[in-house]
């Protein structure tokens, strides 16, 4: 095989130059190129596009090398830009300079899908001559570019830009629906091929080991009393008869790909079945799906990328009558437009009888105040969606959003309404950002998957990761069955792509884990449940863990039992003074001879490379070169000034490439705090105290500054990081113990 693709690819190189080279000029006609090889019975058409993509490169840049213009009408993209055939991102970029109108896309995408499927051409071949040739990674997924388009025009909708929007990854919804997918009844299950090697032919002793290992045998039948369990659970249309539970539901379907990875795994299975069988279980999965969502174009093509997906794995045909298998395309359109409907699942009533089963779906993982950024009237409209859903109720009078706190996260919504509109038993898979683990906000979340259902496991994705292509986001699948008990919480991760299975199970069986006890994690955490983020590394996880479990019987900075605690008065962490944005006229650049005094920002705080934090600013450090940083917005000539008398100060915001996130320095008397950096208001009977024991004030919060600086502090905070802002909360959550500190005394009374 490996010599007739070396011909081959030596033959295509000598005709492919003649077809498309000629004269100096490149024919600009790229659907040509897909039509005139796709056919070869020794060509895969991914391998094929790739490397007629790279042959068109090679020949322009060979001829811009010698000085050759490319001829106007060439298949050059416009300004210049040099053609990447796997530049996946700047395909749609390209796109959008031919044709910006996003609608337009994705009904031209739609209608050369329909006709790929009915002529049996390559898409590639069916689009519009100025649209950019199609990258090889996307020829076998137009549901892919799809959800692509769609998710640039909702984030177009909110004023938000589309390089940031990336739908849901394939293989992660394949992973996730196959890890929900129940067990089929025997009689459908595939006989397995006997060994091509009869026992007989092994030697003795061979034969006698196989005996006393009692192995099980795999083509025995099943037994009975579970297979008549698992019919009866299909006439009652709790499930198919491949395996996928019953109604079905995704509140926010976008371009219907979790629907679409269904159609995949139901067609694989049934795809030896009888016809009437497969016919009839596909028209019961059919007309027992729940698709919702807001808009009215991702509802029209969601209808018809279903239809085509229908079509693509033989489930549908595309005309009016049903085939071997498949049913016809009337009653195909009629089943989904009955299913997939157009509503805001978050503030209209669920429109179906039945409540779901299972619930998978991947909500907008976007803030109400991120909303409507493009509209003129965005502030009125934000305010009004804000105040809409804190107001919303439930029968009862309950309110439907119970757990609506600070800055508040759409997905985090679709969650609490999930659980309201499932089954009692039934069974929620949501995609979400790892934020939804750590963060305060989410905290009255998190208390009600623990206290009122049964949380059962994550599935958790570091941001390092890249599960969605294009950003370095950590997500999270978490499994609830409704109305349950959590008594304790498998984690199972830190994950990678490599990990993702197409079995039973969704993930390799070595994919690391732990679970979590309810004890041990209520006691980490104070009641909110909170996950720390994990190493991979058995034997790092094992340090952080035991690191955690020491840590979190210490009295916390900020709580009443603190030691930092006096005459009731509790120790507080608090932003700096001054707004850099709002102020930033009042901010200049650090000069010893202009007015003013000495501004301090996140930028001012660094590691000395001996293991301490130190203050780097020019007031205090001749030696910062002119155009450094650390001299930029480093002085303050505004009316406010600082607090006399020195302060004990963290940096509020921290970057990836720090090895350290906490940062405590304590602060000269006088200087200003910007708002990317904390500082401790102790009580005043703590500082009495200090002063008593440490002479000064400046010395005691230097003692207290080298304890807050522990290692073990810093392992913990990141540990417990939501995000890369060091916030107050999590400073005054940060786990204490000056008894041990001060070795045999402390200075709380």
């Known amino acids: 095989m490996q010599i007739c693709w070396a011909m081959t690819k030596h033959t295509l190189m000598i005709i492919s130059k003649k077809i498309l080279f000629g004269e100096g000029k490149i024919i600009s006609q790229n659907k040509k190129i897909y039509l005139l090889f796709f056919y070869h019975p020794l060509i895969y058409p991914n391998m094929f596009c790739s490397f007629i993509s790279k042959l068109i490169i090679n020949e322009k840049n060979r001829k811009m090398a010698l000085g050759r213009p490319l001829k106007k009408g060439s298949a050059c993209p416009p300004n210049g830009e040099r053609m990447r055939h796997s530049g996946v991102s700047g395909w749609y970029a390209r796109l959008d300079r031919v044709n910006n109108n996003r609608p337009q896309q994705i009904q031209i995408w739609l209608n ?20 950019p040739t199609l990258p090889a990674t996307l020829l076998t997924n137009p549901g892919h570019v799809l959800d692509h388009l769609l998710a640039r025009h909702d984030a177009e909708l909110d004023g938000r830009s589309p390089r940031g929007a990336h739908p849901t990854p394939p293989r992660l919804a394949d992973a996730i629906v196959c890890s929900e997918m129940l067990p089929i009844p025997a009689e459908l299950t595939p006989i397995e091929k006997p060994p091509s090697l009869p026992l007989d032919a092994l030697p003795p002793g061979f034969r006698a080991h196989l005996a006393k290992l009692n192995l099980p045998n795999k083509h025995q039948k099943s037994n009975s009393a579970v297979d008549d369990d698992i019919n009866e659970s299909i006439e009652k249309k709790y499930r198919t008869k491949t395996g996928i539970p019953l109604p079905v539901a995704d509140p926010a379907a976008g371009g219907g790909l979790l629907a679409a990875r269904l159609f995949k795994r139901h067609s694989e299975i049934c795809m030896d079945w009888c016809e009437d069988e497969k016919i009839k279980d596909t028209r019961r999965l059919l007309s027992n799906m729940q698709i919702v969502d807001v808009s009215e174009l991702v509802v029209s093509a969601t209808k018809s990328r279903l239809y085509f997906e229908l079509v693509r794995r033989e489930l549908a045909t595309l005309n009016e009558k049903e085939e071997k298998g498949k049913i016809g395309r009337k009653e195909a359109e009629k089943l989904l437009d009955k299913v997939v409907i157009q509503l805001d699942a978050l503030q209209d009533e669920w429109p179906f009888g039945e409540p779901p089963r299972l619930i998978i779906a991947n909500p907008p993982w976007l803030r109400i105040k991120d909303r409507f950024r493009g509209h003129p009237e965005g502030s009125h409209l934000r305010k009004a969606l804000g105040e809409t859903l804190r107001a919303l109720t439930n029968e009862g009078n309950e309110k439907r959003f119970s757990t609506m706190r600070g800055n508040v996260n759409l997905y985090r919504l679709f969650i609490e309404r999930s659980l309201q509109i499932i089954k009692p038993e039934g069974r929620l898979r949501v995609v979400v950002p790892d934020s939804l683990l750590r963060e305060q906000s989410s905290a009255p979340l998190r208390q009600l998957l623990v206290e009122q259902h049964h949380w059962e496991n994550i599935w958790v994705f570091d941001e390092g990761n890249c599960l969605f292509s294009g950003i370095s986001q950590g997500v999270v699948v978490i499994s609830v069955n409704c109305n349950g008990k959590t008594t304790s919480l498998r984690y199972i991760g830190p994950l990678d792509k490599a990990d993702l299975r197409l079995d039973e199970k969704g993930l390799v069986k070595n994919a690391p884990s732990i679970t979590l006890e309810r004890e041990r994690w209520c006691r980490w955490t104070r009641g909110e449940w909170g996950i720390p983020r994990l190493p991979r590394e058995i034997d790092m996880r094992d340090e952080l863990l035991k690191t955690i479990d020491d840590l979190s019987y210490k009295p916390r900075l900020a709580e009443p039992r603190g030691w930092l605690t006096a005459d009731g008065e509790t120790a507080r962490v608090r932003v700096g003074e001054i707004d850099q944005t ?48 650390e001299r930029q917005q480093a002085r303050w000539v505004g009316e406010k000034r600082g607090e006399k008398g020195p302060r004990l100060a963290c940096q509020a915001i921290v970057n990836a490439q720090q090895q350290r996130r906490l940062r405590w320095v304590v602060m000269p008397s006088g200087c200003v705090l ?76």
């Open 674 to 749: 910007g708002n990317s950096v904390n500082h401790i208001e102790l009580p005043t009977t703590i500082r009495s105290q200090l002063i008593n024991k440490y002479g000064t004030y400046k010395s005691g919060l230097k003692w207290l500054c080298n304890h807050l600086n522990d290692d073990d502090l810093d392992l913990w905070a990141r540990a417990w990081a939501a995000n890369n802002n060091v916030n107050n909360y999590e400073l005054e959550m940060l786990p204490l113990d000056l008894i041990e500190m001060a070795e045999g005394s402390h200075i709380a009374a």
């Open 582 to 629: 709002s102020n930033s006229t009042d901010i200049k650049p650090w000069s010893s001879e202009g007015k003013g005094v000495p501004f301090i920002r996140g930028v001012h705080f660094t590691d000395n490379g001996e293991g301490s934090v130190e203050l780097r600013h020019p007031a205090f450090n001749k030696g910062i070169p002119s155009r450094a940083s």
């Open 112 to 131: 050369a899908w329909e006709e790929s499927l009915r002529r049996g051409s390559p898409i590639a071949a069916l689009l519009p001559e100025l649209w």
